[in-house]
């Protein structure tokens, strides 16, 4: 935690733009709860004000060389400010703020509204916009009206289908809904995960113990607080709402990131909450006025008139004197600032007393658990026995929190999936990545292992420095299958009795971090482990070192280091390529495979490559290397040629090819792995159309297994086993849901390739007998997955986009002797797996 003196520095600012709203909203914080500080506030900020205010953000930031602050414009309702008063205050903001670090730029309103006009101005802008919704027009009507008692369903319906355009997808940064536990929670989800939004939140009404929120009791008559899971009947009627939502989630394979349960799985896993209303991570939002006036978050108001006041104006006071003000630190202390029932309290790491104002109880102040607190229990408790058998241990468990439009999903749905298509796997990849790495540094049982705590520093603060080198380099395959292996054997090994190798393993962290520092020049020092002779620099290359235990890596300059071990001293240039020579140098560099402008690694030297389901081959020969870039070079242009549906996902996805060993020249080989995203490996094949058809194949399991890492597409608790046409052994849903896709590519291959001008007669007929019988097996195989009844409703929609791909192609000709053939070939496979299992 950056800190700057002793004050924690604030990360998101809400601005407030205008004071008054074109709704009249019954449970709005704002105008309804205690605090009236409102009528008193200039309706709309002022230029001067708004500039102040940035000026401010800049000053804080920069003080405490935060890399990227939040700022949310809000209100009342803040399109009321009009167009261009917004895009001039979004404009003033960037000025003053993006010379000191990243702005992350957002808009909370109602949208009744949001118009094309507005739209254009937040693209111009980068502007993303959440919009509040209460869920179907039942739930929604029972508070979001107008003055006049109208609803304002249509209208912000109206809102959410612009945001949904392709044009304006991109502003979409979700919905918001307050809970009433009136309304029919499975309707409400249903209706706002159709809207297909980014993210969902669902917010509890505010209230505190003085003034409880509908359905919930307040103080006993002596004053003291119900006890907690006191078993009545009625007692949590927000959990007993939030369950049945909750079964709907996950029943549609989490296909919308709900942001309460993604945070409970988060924070159980020990991670991040994302959100104030739970966890215990330290507040870091400042609410700054329509008139200046600095004050903490706005859902304090619901206490008591002033409760949000600090007495400070961006006039007259930095944003470190609202840091330091007592009443934002009280909300800095983790567990230590809890009631003593919240510090004891089974599901305090998740809960962490729930939202701080609704706490709130005249005398006792905020030093009591939340209003919710029966709620909160049971509902964490809920979310964690069902998703988080094993907490803990499960890296399973690390889901990304995204999203993805319909569009893209029905597209690699279909078997395809273009650039963009792809970038909303890559960047749930990320994610997951820099999740697993961050339960690795809580959970490595090192006890201060100095190389992994070294890597740990210096990759922090490359990721403030030079982030685009850290996530080059964490987006290589083969560090999220290290992280991996790393906490499985983290989860087997005690604290404090971690072994050397399991030291050496996750000291890996220092060479992933020394990597990025060679990338991107920064001058720094590290020292990292080496493994069966070699200092292991990811996506760089391996550096010869002889029985040392560690090298000392010191970059002197973009792409540059010196080494020293005990074993010796280098001078390394990381990109220089190795001589044509049979003998090998010490600094080996990954060398690439190139085919015009388009380059993938061929990695034959990454530490912990060998996660695929067959042996890596050693370090290649000149000789090795040259017939790969050969058979590549033909390969790449057959593909963007004849593919033109799979090559613009591979350019954006596809970025090493992974040599495997093989005793059997001539055996055809190749693999993906989930946890190597972007990484196909394969033992040479015989030609270059042999490299493109393995190319599609293998992709098609990356790109399955990035998606099923968002989405539950299938019933994880269904044991049951499958017949595969093409395999021996019966297999599991998802198994069967991978190989079929695959072959999704491999039919599609062939039925090119049996058209393909200049074709020997034979090698056509060769292709269109593979293709008639991929396309029975795949077709079979389709239908087997869709009538297993082991997919959720998501994995539904997915097969019957595989199916929309394979259907025509069924009715496409083949020669007579190829048809017979693949048919033969068919009876033969399903009367084996009959007599399997009969016997
Ligand atoms: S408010 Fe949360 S942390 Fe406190 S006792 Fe209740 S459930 Fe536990």
């Not at 987006?475 to 054997?489: D, F, M, Q, T």
Request: one cysteine or more; proline letters at 7%; hydrophobic letters at 45%.
């Amino acid at each position: 935690m950056a800190v700057f003196g002793d004050v924690l520095p604030f990360r998101q600012f809400v601005l407030k733009i205008h004071s008054r709203c074109d709704l009249a909203c019954d449970h709005c914080y704002v105008y309804e709860h205690a605090d009236q500080s409102w009528r008193g506030r200039p309706t709309v900020i002022s230029p001067e004000t708004a500039r102040q205010a940035a000026e401010r953000i800049a000053e804080h930031a920069s003080e405490h060389r935060l890399s990227m602050v939040r700022v949310i414009l809000h209100g009342g309702e803040p399109l009321l400010a009009g167009v261009s008063r917004l895009g001039a205050i979004a404009r003033v903001l960037r000025r003053a703020i993006e010379p000191v670090c990243e702005l992350d730029l957002r808009i909370h309103t109602n949208g009744v509204r949001l118009d094309t006009a507005f739209c254009e101005m937040f693209l111009a802008e980068g502007i993303l916009v959440g919009i509040s919704l209460d869920g179907d027009r039942a739930a929604n009507d029972l508070h979001r009206r107008y003055l006049n008692g109208r609803s304002s369903y249509d209208q912000v319906l109206r809102a959410v289908a612009l945001l949904r355009q392709e044009r304006y997808r991109p502003l979409f940064a979700g919905l918001l809904a307050t809970i009433d536990i009136r309304s029919d929670p499975v309707a409400v989800y249903r209706a706002l995960a159709e809207l297909d939004p980014p993210n969902l939140d669902f917010l509890l009404p505010h209230g505190t113990w003085e003034t409880p929120p509908p359905g919930k009791r307040g103080p006993l008559p002596d004053g003291r607080l119900p006890a907690r899971l006191a078993g009545e009947p009625g007692a949590t009627p927000y959990a007993d709402w939030l369950a049945p939502v909750f079964a709907e989630w996950t029943k549609d394979g989490r296909r919308v990131p709900v942001r309460m349960f993604e945070s409970i799985i988060e924070t159980t896993l020990g991670g991040a909450s994302g959100t104030e209303s739970l966890g215990l991570a330290p507040s870091d939002v400042a609410v700054i006025e329509t008139d200046g006036t600095i004050e903490q978050a706005d859902s304090i108001k619901v206490a008591y008139d002033g409760a949000p006041v600090t007495g400070l104006d961006v006039f007259s006071h930095s944003l470190n004197a609202a840091a330091a003000h007592p009443a934002i630190r009280a909300r800095q202390q983790g567990i230590a600032g809890l009631s003593p029932v919240c510090r004891t309290c089974p599901v305090v790491d998740t809960c962490g007393g729930g939202l701080y104002a609704h706490r709130y109880l005249t005398g006792s102040g905020f030093a009591n658990p939340s209003v919710y607190c029966t709620d909160l229990e049971k509902i964490i408790t809920h979310v964690r026995a069902r998703l988080l058998p094993q907490a803990g241990a499960t890296v399973a468990a690390q889901r990304p929190s995204h999203s993805m439009p319909q569009a893209h999903f029905d597209a690699l749905a279909a078997g395809f999936g273009d650039a963009e298509s792809i970038s909303y796997l890559s960047a749930a990849q990320r994610s997951v990545r820099r999740a697993v790495l961050r339960l690795l540094h809580e959970r490595a049982p090192l006890d201060g292992d100095p190389v992994f705590d070294g890597g740990w520093d210096l990759l922090t603060r490359l990721d403030h420095a030079a982030p685009g080198a850290v996530d080059e380099v964490l987006a290589h395959p083969y560090v999220r299958a290290w992280a991996e292996g790393c906490l499985r054997n983290a989860g087997r090994t005690a604290v404090g009795t971690a072994t050397r190798s399991t030291a050496t393993r996750a000291g890996h962290l220092a060479s992933v971090a020394a990597a990025a520092a060679i990338r991107s020049g920064t001058l720094a020092e590290a020292e990292v482990p080496v493994s069966d002779g070699y200092a292991h620099l990811p996506t760089l290359g391996r550096l010869r070192a002889g029985d040392a235990r560690t090298v000392t890596i010191a970059v002197t300059g973009p792409g540059q280091f010196e080494a020293r071990a005990t074993s010796g001293k280098w001078r390394v240039e990381a990109g220089v390529q190795d001589p044509a020579s049979e003998t090998e140098p010490d600094w080996q560099p990954v060398r690439v495979l190139r085919s015009g402008e388009f380059t993938v690694r061929l990695e034959d030297t990454d530490l912990n490559r060998d996660c695929h389901q067959w042996p890596a081959a050693p370090r290649l020969t000149p000789a090795a290397v040259a017939a790969w870039q050969e058979q590549f070079a033909e390969a790449w242009p057959l593909i963007e040629d004849s593919f033109p549906t799979y090559a613009p996902g591979l350019a954006a996805g596809l970025s090493t090819v992974m040599p495997l060993a093989n005793d059997a020249p001539g055996r055809e080989i190749s693999a993906a792995a989930r946890q190597a995203f972007g990484a196909v490996a394969a033992a040479l094949p015989a030609t270059g159309a042999d490299l493109a058809l393995l190319l599609i194949h293998e992709f098609q399991h990356v790109k399955l297994g990035a998606l099923t890492d968002m989405f539950d597409l299938c019933d994880r608790t269904d044991q049951r086993v499958f017949f595969a046409p093409w395999r021996d052994d019966p297999r599991p849903v998802g198994a069967l849901l991978q190989g079929t896709y695959a072959h999704i590519g491999v039919t599609d291959f062939w039925r090119v390739r049996r058209d393909a001008a200049g074709q020997e007669p034979a090698a056509a007929a060769e292709a269109a007998e593979r293709f008639a019988r991929w396309r029975m097996m795949t077709a079979e195989a389709i239908e087997t997955l869709a009538g297993s009844g082991a997919l959720t409703p998501l994995g539904d929609r997915f097969v019957a986009g595989m199916r929309a791909t394979v259907e025509p192609w069924l009715s496409e000709p083949v020669p007579q002797a190829a048809a017979s053939s693949a048919a033969r070939w068919a009876a033969e496979r399903r009367a084996a797996w009959q007599r399997r299992k009969d016997s």
